[in-house]
C-alpha cells in the first residue's frame, strides 16, 4: 500500500509519526508532499522551515516545547549577528540549525534542486519515509497587511515571527505559484497512491500553498486515490498556532465543519472524499463528504497511529 500524505510543519510532522508507525505495521510506503511556502531567505541562507520540521521530528530531533528548530540548541551565532547589530534581528536560526542551512544553501548553489538536497539532508536523519517538496521552483507565501497606514504584502515569516500575526491582515498570496511545477517525484507518488492523506496541519498557510501549484492539486483533485482530510480544529480550537488567525482573515468559521467545507467534496470541484473531526464534533455533516468523528488529539504516537488507521478505513 502506497500512502501519500500532505502537510505543513509541526502539525502535519506529529501526524506523519503516526503514519509512520501505522505504515509500518501494515507493510505501507510513506510519502509526504510538504509545503514550501514558508521557506524564505535569511543571512543569505535558505530556511525551509516545514521540511525541516519534519525531517527533524522523524529524525527524532526537533525540540518539542519550541515546535521548531532542535533540541538541546545553542545560540552562539544569533547571539554575534545581534552584536553586529545585523537584521533581521526578529528571526532567530539556532547553530545546530544552521549547518542544515549551510548544507542546503551551498547544494542550492551547485545547481541541486531542493528535492535532491531535501533527500541528501535525509540521508542524516533517516525519517523512514520519502519527503518531497511540493515543488523545486520558488513558491512564498506573502500577506497582505495594513502597516505604517500603507497597504503591503510582507513574507509570511515576517508577518508570523515579527508581527505575531498581531496586524490588520486582509490575505495570503503564493508567490510564484502560477508558474511552480510539482517538485520531482510528486506526481508519481500521487499517481500511484492508494490513498491521499491531508494532515491536520494549517488549511491557510501549510495546504493552501501546497495545493496553489496548479499540477500539484489538478493530480490530487482528478487522481486515482481517494482523498481524507483531518480536521486541524478541535471544538472550535486550533490546537496550537495561528490556524484561527488565518481562518478569520480568510472569513472561514474557525470549525472542524469551516475547514471541511472550504475543502469541499472532491466530487463538487473540492479536495476531499472523506473528513475526519475529534469526537468534541461529532455531528459534523458535510454534503459530499464521508465525515467520522474519532479522537483527534495527537498526543502520542500510538493514538496518532489509530486516527491514521481511522482515516484509511473511512475510504476502504
Ligand atoms: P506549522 O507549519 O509548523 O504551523 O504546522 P502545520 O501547519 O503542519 O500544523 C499546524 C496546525 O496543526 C495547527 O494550526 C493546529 O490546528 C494543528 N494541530 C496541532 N496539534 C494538533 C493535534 O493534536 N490534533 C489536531 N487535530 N490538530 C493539531
Ligand atoms: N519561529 C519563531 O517564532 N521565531 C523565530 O525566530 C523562528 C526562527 C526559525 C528558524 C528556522 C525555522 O525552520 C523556523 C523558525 N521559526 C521561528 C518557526 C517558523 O517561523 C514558523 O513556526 C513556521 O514557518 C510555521 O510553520
Ligand atoms: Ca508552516
Known amino acids: 500500500m502506497r500512502i501519500v500524505v500532505l502537510t505543513g510543519g509541526i502539525g502535519g510532522a506529529r501526524f506523519l509519526l503516526g503514519v509512520r508507525a501505522h505504515a509500518r505495521a501494515i507493510g505501507a510506503e510513506v510519502t509526504a508532499v510538504v509545503n514550501v511556502g514558508d521557506d524564505v531567505r535569511m543571512h543569505g541562507l535558505q530556511i525551509c522551515p516545514d521540511l525541516d520540521s519534519v525531517m527533524y521530528t522523524l529524525g527524532g530531533a526537533a525540540d518539542p516545547e519550541r515546535g521548531w528548530g532542535r533540541v538541546g540548541e545553542t545560540w552562539v551565532v544569533k547571539e554575534e549577528l545581534a552584536k553586529y547589530g545585523v537584521e533581521p534581528s526578529w528571526f532567530g536560526l539556532g547553530d545546530k540549525d544552521t549547518a542544515t ?9 551547485a545547481g541541486y534542486p531542493l528535492s535532491a538536497v531535501t533527500a541528501a539532508l535525509c540521508e542524516r536523519w533517516q525519517p523512514g519515509i520519502t519527503m518531497l517538496p511540493a515543488t523545486d521552483d520558488r513558491l512564498e507565501t506573502h500577506v497582505v497587511v495594513d502597516l505604517d497606514g500603507e497597504r503591503k504584502a510582507i513574507h509570511f515569516q515576517e508577518w508570523w515571527v515579527r508581527y505575531r500575526g498581531e496586524v490588520p491582515t486582509h490575505n495570503f498570496v503564493f508567490r510564484g505559484a502560477d508558474a511552480a511545477k510539482p517538485g520531482a517525484g510528486v506526481l508519481d507518488a500521487i499517481a500511484s497512491a492508494d490513498i491521499v492523506l491531508v494532515a491536520p496541519s494549517n488549511p491557510v498557510v501549510s495546504i493552501a500553498p501546497v495545493l496553489a501549484v496548479p499540477a500539484l492539486k489538478e493530480a490530487v483533485a482528478n487522481g486515482p486515490a481517494p482523498v481524507v482530510g483531518v480536521s486541524p480544529i478541535i471544538g472550535g480550537s486550533p490546537v496550537r498556532g495561528m490556524a484561527d488567525k488565518c481562518l478569520n482573515t480568510l ?9 471541511g467545507r472550504m475543502y ?3 466530487a463538487d470541484g473540492g479536495l476531499l472524499d472523506g473528513w475526519l473531526v475529534d469526537t468534541t464534533d461529532d455531528g459534523v455533516q458535510i454534503p459530499g463528504l464521508r465525515t467520522r468523528a474519532v479522537p483527534l488529539w495527537m498526543s502520542d504516537e500510538q493514538t496518532t497511529a489509530k486516527m491514521v488507521a481511522d482515516a484509511l478505513e473511512l475510504v476502504r
Open 264 to 266: 469541499g467534496p472532491r
Open 101 to 109: 542551512h549551510l548544507v542546503r544553501t551551498t547544494m542550492l548553489n
Open 251 to 259: 472569513g472561514v468559521e474557525v470549525s472542524a465543519a469551516g475547514v
